[in-house]
């Protein structure tokens, strides 16, 4: 079996507040994570959150969209991925006395038919910038790959995938196969997806069913949690040493789940992610292990890796680090690659 991995990154601000600085929240990570690519020679993907950007043009250009802008061209220079991810709530947001206050328009679905901005010129606006962007330093670029904001490809219509379809998005990497999540303002729920590695989803908008073309699916790998793990917030208390500094606020605070929700949420599966420091690197493995067993009668598995530089310290750049290297000496065969090498590779354009 081929395997193809993709080390994918949300590249965003903590959406419900900054307590520390931009630079300190988003660039200054997310730069240090090129470097350790680059000592690592991997290529990452940043899934941008590119309406945060545009926003900030008009917010705060100097200390926000200029470095934001300089930090996707040096990204591309140095033959990363940068693709589109939407957190369409900026559009809605307000920015007063220097500071952002976040509305509740999570999702894209949330941008029916008589909102100011359409979900087609949405997805539009946002491919056209990261093109006009990015273009810049490689004339060879593409925007080919979407990670739906909160990973709310559930919530996908046929007039979001149509929209994406249409303006040049060819694969999608919003899913974890087993994962719940549900908050006041979303709900995401991938219990029940296809059983290929890999699979379209059409643009009919059911995004549970295989179709034979439409756009292509790289999931984020998963693994499901075993009633014997101890529970996150036992195991946070007890490795709080290797917690990254907390630079904001979640979106999600003060709009909690109900019970029935939280209970779901307990038994969600776990995402192959350098977020979460309670997670080791025997288990970062045992989750790709998982997924190689899983997916071993077929020809290729291409998967995704998640992370956020915004919630990265020391313990998960060193997860990451170690990630690679085991990768490297278990599978041999395993290649780290993006979008832009799979849609040549794959001939989807």
Not at 48 to 60: A, P, R, S
Not at 274 to 293: A, E, G, H, P, Q
């Amino acid at each position: 079996m081929k395997l193809k991995i993709l080390l994918t990154f949300d590249h965003e601000l903590p959406l419900g507040g900054v307590r520390t600085s931009y630079k300190e929240a988003m660039f200054d990570p997310t730069y240090r994570l090129f470097e350790l690519a680059e000592k690592l020679e991997v290529p990452v993907v940043l899934f941008t959150d590119v309406l945060c950007g545009i926003c900030f043009k008009e917010w705060d250009k100097n200390a926000f969209y200029d470095p934001y802008v300089e930090q996707l061209k040096e990204a591309v220079k140095k033959q990363h991925d940068v693709q589109l991810h939407l957190h369409p709530h900026w559009l809605t947001s307000d920015f007063a006395n220097n500071t952002f206050i976040p509305s509740k328009d999570y999702r894209l679905a949330d941008f029916t038919t008589g909102k100011t901005h359409s979900i087609d010129k949405i997805v539009k606006i946002g491919i056209d910038f990261l093109n006009e962007v990015c273009l810049q330093s490689d004339p060879a670029y593409r925007c080919n790959a979407f990670r739906a904001g909160g990973y709310n490809i559930e919530a996908a219509t046929s007039e979001i995938l149509t929209a994406l379809y249409k303006y040049g998005i060819r694969f999608d990497s919003s899913v974890a196969k087993g994962y719940y999540f549900r908050s006041g303002l979303s709900e995401v729920d991938c219990r029940h997806m296809p059983s290929p590695p890999n699979w379209y989803i059409g643009l009919d908008g059911d995004t549970r069913k295989e179709a034979t073309s439409g756009i292509f699916e790289v999931p984020i790998a998963s693994i499901p949690k075993t009633p014997f793990e101890v529970p996150t917030r036992f195991k946070m208390a007890g490795m709080s040493g290797q917690a990254p500094k907390d630079h904001g606020f979640q979106i999600h605070e003060g709009n909690p789940a109900d019970l029935k929700s939280k209970i779901r949420m307990m038994f969600s599966a776990r995402m192959l992610s350098f977020d979460n420091y309670t997670l080791s690197i025997d288990y970062l493995m045992k989750t790709l292990d998982y997924n190689v067993k899983k997916y071993q009668n077929y020809d290729t598995a291409i998967l995704s890796v998640s992370g956020h530089p915004k919630s990265m310290g020391d313990y998960s750049f060193g997860l990451m680090e170690s990630f690679v290297m085991r990768v490297r000496e278990k599978y041999p065969q395993a290649e780290f690659t993006t979008f832009n090498t799979l849609a040549d590779e794959m001939k989807i354009y």
